[in-house]
């Protein structure tokens, strides 16, 4: 049988593994699959199973989901959208160590899964959100600045908001000095035990010690650390086992010890007793643990703050107002005000609002900050300049083509936050790990009690429990959840800061693995700047002042880097413009339309093939004269006769040779694949010391060239910046985008180089090295201090060297590796990656 239900409380692709491992746990339930988009179970059963039974299981489970009938779905929860809190971020939070993709909360507060704070998107509006009141009536709050309606005092900024992140930062610290301020007693009274005749015993006997350390426990326990207890609560009852298992069960383990031992001595063997009768009490382990459990939780709130600064800082770099220039008159904006084609007015030293295209003037820029670029830029009329770039010593207008989320700033801000938030394939490693992780230490920890019990030496119930603790606390698996999404986030900030923007993790992982480069030409080793270098005619017919007249009449209606070339040469030849109708482009090949009632075509020798007319030989010859230059001849055709040619140079970048001999050096074989022809190809190809490169290549041909490599068993990237890339792109393991390209080509990679260059990819490839190299370093250190620590904390050393550790120890211990691992993390963003 084969049904389908309506699932309800899914947002991400955690959410539907989850619950498609739930249901099909199901007595009777052969198969269950979820469609996240739709979302629908439909579930193969044996036999009709009610739909309360899957209620049953998914309540079971924690009742995040709930099923319901196809169609008869009631919804029951309020409608009303939640309030989101206030602070400097989106109130959007999600868990740091992604536990379940992509998912996020509307409220701050545990992670269901792993138990961890949830984490404050930042966000990434870039506007400012200053408020001003009046210091003698606070009720007045205003946008901008000014005068009190009231008393005509002015106002002033009021105090900026705390983000979620850091309330929970100044939370857990007062938690913290509350837990120091009862545990630090509680630790002396126990340590004078130790003292040969203790002066504490002078004024009362130790039963008495005992209850005021009872005392003193109840804030520790009840109130700065009583998450870590509902958190393990919660960890079990939805059987989601992590690092909050173990402390609640260890520390817990302790402290109910203490208090059953306390108010029932009699019911102990004499083994877990003092001279005095009194049972021993382990008030400062339980505390003393729960306390630096807390310590580690605070360190790793304020490095939290410290991984995703990359987006605050790229924040930092969006002006907030703009001088925008309206009836002649200079009138000051919000940034928010700016609308397509506005004309502003960038000063000296001003950052630069949207993304535009300079009108008048000519200055150089400041464009490190997004390209990783030290020199400033020469800029002049006509010339593309972009949001958060700092304006030299020159004043200049400028027209908005991109405002808001569309400017080149705002998308790499999206692109570094999305990127900081998505899972690196290797990360499933270390959840597999972890999952199977704490039961398996819950079982040492008993058969540690076990063996002490029976062969440990006097008093062994006492030595049974204290390492039995001791396993709990060393073995708490968080640096393991942590080790991979920490450097992720520094790494992707890392790259943003260079002028490399990476999509996601996986695409970093991927990087590190390629050895094989495809690269397009156009735009990629060549500036894509082309000019046309003269124009010529094949006959008598035509004069070349014709032949051009014709180009640049059928290129107005192009967007192609080499059309646009043409048409400016034609306006500095005062090409006469003539109508054209019927225009269009084919992919790879070049343009047509009718002309004067003539079928006009134009483009390479494909597109001749398309246009039906033949290049002669005599053609093909004077043409390839300019091609082995490596210059790009492209043919004119008028009712399938070839009438003349355009010759159009395309300046290798400086920096090509140099990143293509470097990638070489790394073990990467580069390809490049060309539309052009094969002489201008070989040429390129030989200035670069390509071995191998193929000419005359469609969109098409570039898809399956991919497709040939990766059936071979390459690891394929691909480099390149026009429409025509975007398949052979989004087909390779690792698109690179150039972003002076299109934004279909942007769009298609994983990766985008924002200067555009192929040293980009050197930079690209270092920074995958790095980063995957940190995360297998934190992975070491978690795995291998968990597994030396658990045999220790067992006690296997005691029998040689009489060696224990005690469970306060093993909590400071734990606590410090997961901020190890953060700390080494954060030694990214001080490396160098070219």
């Known amino acids: 049988m084969k049904h389908t239900f309506h699932i309800h409380g899914m947002t991400c692709n955690g959410c539907r593994s989850h619950v498609e491992e739930t249901l099909s746990k199901v007595e009777g339930v052969s198969k269950a699959t979820i469609d996240l988009e739709k ?53 959007t939070f999600y868990c740091p160590m992604h536990c379940e993709d992509d998912k996020t909360y509307d409220k701050p507060g545990d992670c269901p899964v792993c138990g961890m704070d949830l984490v404050e998107e930042v966000n990434l509006t870039a506007t400012s959100d200053t408020q001003y009141t009046c210091p003698m009536h606070p009720e007045i709050v205003k946008d901008e600045p000014g005068s009190c309606p009231i008393c005509g005092m002015d106002l002033v900024p009021m105090e900026p908001d705390l983000s979620a992140e850091e309330k929970t930062y100044k939370k857990l610290l007062k938690k913290f000095w509350i837990a120091v301020v009862f545990t630090l007693p509680i630790f002396i009274i126990a340590m004078s035990e130790m003292l040969n005749n203790n002066p504490l015993y002078d004024i009362m006997e130790q039963k008495y010690w005992n209850w005021i350390q009872f005392a003193l426990s109840i804030p520790v326990v009840f109130y700065a650390t009583w998450m870590f207890f509902e958190r393990a609560y919660k960890s ?33 063997p004499e083994q877990f007793k003092t001279e005095s009768g009194a049972v021993h009490v382990y008030f400062e382990a339980a505390t003393v643990i729960l306390t630096l459990v807390l310590l580690g939780q605070l360190l790793e709130a304020r490095a939290h703050s410290k991984t995703n600064s990359a987006v605050k800082e790229l924040l930092k770099l969006a002006p907030n107002q703009a001088i925008k220039i309206v009836d002649g008159e200079e009138v000051e904006v919000s940034i928010d005000e700016i609308a397509l084609n506005d004309i ?136 393991l959840g942590l080790a991979t999404p920490m450097s992720v986030m520094v790494g992707v900030g890392k790259g943003a800061q260079n002028g490399v923007l990476i999509k996601n993790a996986e695409a970093l992982e991927k990087m590190d693995k390629v050895d094989t480069l495809i690269v397009d030409k156009t735009g990629t080793i060549t500036e894509g700047k082309p000019t046309v270098e003269m124009v010529g005619a094949f006959n008598d017919v035509l004069s070349e002042k014709e032949v051009l007249q014709y180009i640049v009449s059928l290129n107005t209606n192009s967007e192609h880097p080499l059309a646009e070339a043409t048409v400016k040469y034609g306006n500095e030849h005062n090409a006469e413009i003539l109508k054209s109708a019927d225009f269009s482009a084919v992919t790879g090949k070049g343009v047509e339309a009718k002309i004067d009632d003539k079928k006009v075509a134009l483009g390479n020798p494909k597109m001749m093939e398309y246009a039906k007319a033949d290049i002669t030989s005599t053609m093909k010859e004077e043409a390839k004269s300019y091609q082995k230059q490596g210059k790009t001849v492209s043919y004119l055709a008028i009712d399938d006769a070839v009438v003349g040619y355009v010759v159009i140079g395309d300046k290798i970048k400086e920096t090509s040779a140099k990143a293509v001999k470097v990638l070489q050096d790394k073990g990467i074989d580069v390809i490049m694949l060309t539309g052009d022809n094969h002489d201008t190809a070989q040429a390129v190809a030989s200035e670069l010391n390509l071995a191998d490169f193929k000419a005359s290549m469609l969109p098409e041909d570039k898809l399956k060239e991919v497709e040939k490599l990766q059936k071979n068993g390459k690891v394929v990237a691909m480099a390149g910046d026009g429409i025509n890339d975007a398949p052979a792109l989004a087909k390779s393991d690792v698109g690179i985008a150039m972003g002076t390209g299109t934004d279909v080509a942007i769009e298609s990679a994983m990766i985008t180089l924002v200067k555009g260059d192929l040293h980009g990819i050197v930079k690209a490839r270092n920074l995958s090295h790095k980063v995957m190299r940190n995360i297998k370093q934190n992975l070491f250190f978690a795995l291998i201090y968990n597994t030396l620590g658990v045999p220790i904390a067992a006690g296997v050393l005691f029998p040689f060297f009489g060696i224990l550790l005690s469970p306060m120890i093993a909590a400071l211990a734990m606590s410090f590796s997961s901020v190890s691992v953060i700390a080494n993390a954060l030694r990214l963003s001080s490396s160098t990656i070219g």
């Open 344 to 479: 502003l007015k960038v000063k000296p030293g001003d950052k630069i609002p949207v993304d535009g295209v300079i009108t008048q003037g000519n200055t150089s820029i400041d464009e490190s900050m997004i390209t990783g670029e030290p020199i400033p830029v020469n800029k002049a009329e006509d010339d593309k300049v972009s949001s958060g770039t700092i304006n030299g010593n020159q004043s200049f207008l400028m027209k908005a083509e991109k405002v808001g989320s569309d400017t080149l700033l705002s998308q790499i801000i999206h692109m570094v936050n999305d990127a900081s938030r998505s899972r690196a394939p290797i990360q499933n490693l270390a959840d597999k790990v972890s999952g199977y992780f704490v039961p398996i230490v819950v079982i040492i920890s008993v058969i540690t009690f076990i063996v002490w019990s029976i062969w440990g030496p006097a008093p062994a119930y006492v030595y049974a429990l204290v390492n039995a603790i001791a396993v709990l606390i060393i073995a708490c698996p968080c640096a």
């Open 39 to 91: 979302a629908e179970a439909t579930i193969e059963m044996e036999s009709h199973i009610p739909i309360e039974k899957f209620q049953e299981a998914l309540e079971a489970d924690g009742g995040r989901y709930s099923i319901h009938q196809n169609g008869k779905h009631l919804h029951t929860h309020d409608n009303k959208k939640a309030e989101k809190p206030k602070g400097k971020g989106k109130g």
């Open 236 to 268: 079990i009852k939805t059987w989601n086992l992590n690092m909050f298992t173990l402390i609640g069960i260890g520390a817990g383990v302790a402290w109910l010890f203490s208090v059953i031992g306390m108010l029932f001595p009699d019911v102990f």
